[in-house]
């Protein structure tokens, strides 16, 4: 009885002290902030154990990415730097699009002693299409050196020219203002830059990340040998409740394709992850359409694992 006792009190006592070391730890990890108008830097002042660049959805903000992904305290905890990006009005992105965007991570990346890090972009809806080209453009030019070690998406609209029939239905359906108004919107913009697809495929082809039509996945090619990630939260009854929208007009659908097409292609490293009732905006709304279906803890167990 008296042993059982004296090795109830030595555990206890070495799970706080382990419990204290960690509070003392973490506590050490002191950050420095840098914004400018293009991004803002948040990272460990003596080192880090890897660069995690994050692009937000259409429309957001540095401050956005924080209030949706919530995603700070465990940066700071596992130290790693964040490259919390400005851009994000992007649906493709044209070759001096790249070519500029990938000098300016380059550059911010060297200025801030973190371009020999391990890198790792990631991005929500339209953020996760630029992360996806920007770090096949990268990977494949000899003039950048800041080959990303993993790449993820977060439900991003991957297959403009499936966007492009899905807006059509939408609009033929009137059954969500929203979709209707965003759906008018992308006619509009692709009709424009794109072309009607019914004149030919090929500019949606070259732009867009994938193409299930033709199974085009070229725009990907750089990244057989990258660590790839694709979140996805595919609630069939919240898209039919609140939208009218079958399963072939979801982001899941496409990004499950994209997910077997790399798999067929040998692709070394390709995850394919759905989540179930994950998805809620910051203000607590629930959507499937979030940041947050992405499992923070597990993300950054997969960055710290270079295998």
């Known amino acids: 009885m008296k042993k ?15 419990s204290e070391k960690k509070k003392e730890f973490e506590k050490k990890v002191k950050i420095e902030t840098f914004i400018t108008d293009d991004f803002e830097i948040i990272k460990p002042i003596e080192d880090s154990k890897a660069v995690l660049i994050l692009f937000g959805g259409f429309g957001e903000k540095a401050a956005d990415i924080k209030r949706e992904f919530q995603v700070l305290d465990i940066a700071k905890k596992n130290q790693i730097s964040l490259v919390l990006m400005n851009y994000s009005n992007k649906l493709w992105l044209e070759e001096n699009d790249k070519k500029n965007l990938a000098t300016l991570l380059q550059n911010t990346l ?28 990268i ?5 950048f050196y800041i080959d990303p070690k993993g790449v993820f998406i977060a439900d991003s609209p991957i297959d403009l ?31 424009k830059e794109l072309g009607n697809p019914k004149d030919g495929i090929s500019k949606y082809e ?37 939208r009218k929208t079958d399963f072939e ?31 809620y905006r910051a203000n607590g709304d629930r959507h499937p359409h979030s940041w947050s279906i992405i499992d923070k ?7 710290l694992n270079n295998n």
């Open 249 to 279: 007009q979801t982001n899941a659908y496409y990004i499950q394709k994209l997910s077997k097409s790399l798999h067929k292609l040998d692709f070394k490293d390709v995850t394919y992850i759905t989540t179930k009732n994950k998805g």
């Open 161 to 191: 020219l499936a966007l492009y029939k899905a807006s059509e239905i939408n609009i033929k359906k009137n059954f969500s203002d929203v979709a209707v108004q965003e759906s008018t919107w992308i006619l509009q913009l692709f009709n």
């Open 139 to 143: 990977t494949g030019m000899k003039e």
């Open 110 to 137: 060297e200025k801030h002693n973190l371009s020999h890090k391990d890198i790792y972009i990631g991005g929500f809806s339209s953020g996760g299409i630029v992360s996806l080209l920007i770090s096949n453009y």
């Open 4 to 18: 059982n006792v004296a090795l109830i009190i030595l555990l206890s006592f070495l799970i706080s002290c382990k």
């Open 206 to 242: 070259k732009h867009a990340v994938f193409t299930s039509e033709s199974n085009y996945t070229k725009n990907l090619s750089n990244l057989k040998n990258t660590k790839i990630r694709l979140y996805t939260e595919p609630d069939l009854n919240w898209w039919k409740v609140n």
């Open 297 to 303: 803890e597990n993300l950054f167990n997969w960055i």
